[in-house]
């Protein structure tokens, strides 16, 4: 029954898609026609096929509960855990697929992908390997961390607000870690917006669906240090950046201006006055008045490509929900190892050879 359920759930979410997509353009007449030219990309097309709806349901019946249970646990001692796991899924998916490399730690003074300069403030870590010490009292040696990572991301845009979307499981883990190409692949704060682009389409995203994953923004907390050359040293100028809206230009600075060098100051993403709470579309209000924190997200603005998207679901908050859904399954597929490939870890910081 449980199985037959969740096909169902993947059913109406795709009629969604298709209808949403077919719907009367005069509804919105400034998208069209720019935007009715780009396809979004179907999600179920990019599965591997050994993956497959509740794959645990005969070895571990109760994972995708423990994980869902823990999660929201977990989240009302401290609320930040969902930002930092949707951030930590994809610092792991966007390197070499959601294998769960991320999670090792560095051995026998040979670096890891966490010990690298993008990932150094990622958190949650904590987070899986309580959800899978609990999963190991249940299940021993059957759920990997890649699966789990993947459907605690899931539960944290829920708790944070946002949409519950269908996810096929059956990853196993990387016995490997890739620091080098965590350098490469990922997406700086800094990055020009061709650049940033160019990382998503690699990895098979298109203009829409960079935008929309880039929608997570919306919550949780930025350090000052990812933006304080916007704010007093623009590109070597010695100025502000001038795309930034006067006044909140003022705020971020008084904010981020601390003498104190222990100090490690934060801008809150859910910003103050904004229309809703949690994981909406705020963000891409703020981009549409020069309000965005990070250069990478306010220069989704500079180019039609993507402005358009950012106008679209700054007015559409079902469209932009049903938008970043599809591509977080499809995210959530990327380059994942399955079958004989990969292990499936008992201690998620460390390979099987290294236990």
């Known amino acids: 029954m449980l199985k037959l359920t969740k096909k169902w759930s993947l059913l109406v979410f795709t009629v969604s898609v298709v209808l949403s997509m077919i719907s009367d353009s005069s509804s919105s007449p400034w998208i069209h026609p720019m935007l009715d030219d780009i396809t979004f990309t179907d999600p179920s097309s990019s599965v591997n096929p050994s993956l497959e709806f509740d794959f645990y349901r005969d070895s571990c019946p109760e994972a995708e509960k423990i994980v869902r249970f823990m999660m929201q646990h977990l989240h009302r001692i401290q609320p ?14 966007f390197v070499q697929g959601c294998d769960a490399s991320v999670l090792l730690d560095s051995i026998d003074g040979v670096q890891s992908e966490k010990e690298t300069i993008p990932n150094l403030s990622l958190r949650g870590f904590d987070v899986i390997d309580k959800i899978k010490s609990k999963i190991e009292s249940v299940c021993p040696g059957t759920v990997s961390c890649a699966d789990i990572l993947v459907l605690a991301a899931r539960e944290s845009v829920v ?8 996810l096929h499981t059956g990853r196993r883990d990387s016995p490997l870690s890739y620091p080098d190409i965590s350098l490469l692949d990922l997406p ?29 923004h919306s919550i949780g907390v930025i350090h000052c240090r990812f933006f304080q050359d916007r704010l007093f040293n623009f590109s070597g100028s010695g100025q502000a950046d001038p795309s930034l809206e006067t ?17 490690d100051p934060t801008m809150s993403l859910e910003r103050d006055g904004a229309s809703e709470l949690g994981f909406g579309t705020h963000y891409y209000r703020s981009l549409t008045q020069n309000r965005g924190i990070l250069q990478a997200d306010q220069q989704l603005m500079t180019e039609e490509r993507t402005a358009s998207w ?26 994942v190892l399955t079958g004989s490939l990969g292990e499936i870890r008992i201690n998620c910081s460390s390979t099987l050879i290294d236990d």
């Open 159 to 166: 708790l944070g607000g946002g949409p519950f979307y269908p």
């Open 247 to 263: 006044g909140f230009l003022n705020q971020m600075r008084s904010r981020c201006n601390s003498s104190d060098s222990t100090e």
């Open 188 to 216: 700086a704060p800094t990055d020009e917006l061709s650049v940033i682009l160019m990382k998503f389409l690699t990895k098979g995203f298109n203009e829409r669906e960079t935008v929309s994953l880039l929608g997570s």
């Open 310 to 335: 950012v106008r679209a679901y700054a007015s559409d908050g079902f469209m932009f929900h049903r938008d970043f859904s599809s591509a977080m399954m499809r995210l959530s597929n990327l380059g």
């Open 80 to 93: 930040s855990i969902a930002p930092a796991i949707l951030r930590l899924v994809f610092h792991d998916c």
